[in-house]
């Protein structure tokens, strides 16, 4: 397994933790979530009574629940594939172990990276914003082709995703674009006219849209 890929992994079971808490610990919170409250042991009797509780129990199944029995086999499947991988301790890690091993593994990635013959130069890549709002990679369109088809970035556990430009991101990034928009308002607002003001947030909502949900992306296409 690529460190790309532990990298990508790591980042989807932090997504899917909530803070302190381990891998294994998650499991056990959303192995209750994804399904409703365990029938209680019946007194006694069973036959038609028991056929009744399972159809109730189906009705009861909620966009909560299968929220959270997504997001147990997607964590299910990671800690799976890693520990095959040798992260041997991969359960008792914490949402910020995890984290940690998402910037140590894309830091590994990116000095490979750099050793890649100059024919993959030209190779698209992409840059994903985790739902902590870091955004991490870049990484091949093959590698997020791969992730996707596994059943990462899908569904509830899609990222915001674009096609890297070659500029390293800063964690203030999201800070600067916050500015140069308050700074372009002001300029509407004093030296435009309605024409221009139109053209102003047409270019934003322009930019806005260089992000996509990665369920969206068609990452064959650029492979």
């Not at 056929?51 to 189906?58: A, F, G, S």
């Not at 359960?91 to 000095?111: A, H, P």
């Not at 791969?146 to 674009?162: H, L, M, Q």
């Amino acid at each position: 397994m690529t460190d790309s890929t532990k990298a990508s992994l790591f980042n989807v079971m932090a997504n899917l933790l909530q803070d302190t808490e381990t891998v294994l610990k998650g499991l056990r919170r959303l192995g209750k979530l994804k399904n409703p409250e365990k029938q209680k042991k019946a007194s006694g009797g069973y036959g038609k009574k028991k056929d009744k509780d399972k159809e109730k129990k189906k009705e009861e199944l909620t966009p909560e629940n299968t929220a959270a029995a997504s997001a147990f086999n997607q964590l299910t499947e990671a800690a799976d594939a890693l520990l095959n991988a040798g992260e041997t301790d991969i359960y008792e890690m914490t949402k910020e172990i995890l984290l940690n091993q998402v910037d140590t593994k894309t830091s590994i990635f990116r000095g490979e990276e750099s050793n890649v013959d100059a024919g993959d130069a030209g190779t698209t890549q992409w840059e994903y914003r985790g739902q902590d709002g870091n955004v991490h990679g870049p990484f091949p369109s093959k590698s997020m082709f791969e992730w996707v088809s596994k059943g990462y970035f899908t569904g509830v556990n899609a990222v915001d995703v674009r096609i890297w430009n070659g500029a390293v991101n800063k964690s203030n990034d999201t800070k600067k674009e916050d500015l140069k928009d308050d700074l372009m308002d002001d300029l509407a607002d004093d030296l435009m006219d309605e024409g221009e003001e139109e053209k102003v947030e047409e270019k934003k909502e322009e930019k806005k849209e260089e992000w996509q949900r990665s369920d969206k992306v068609n990452f064959a296409g650029y492979c």
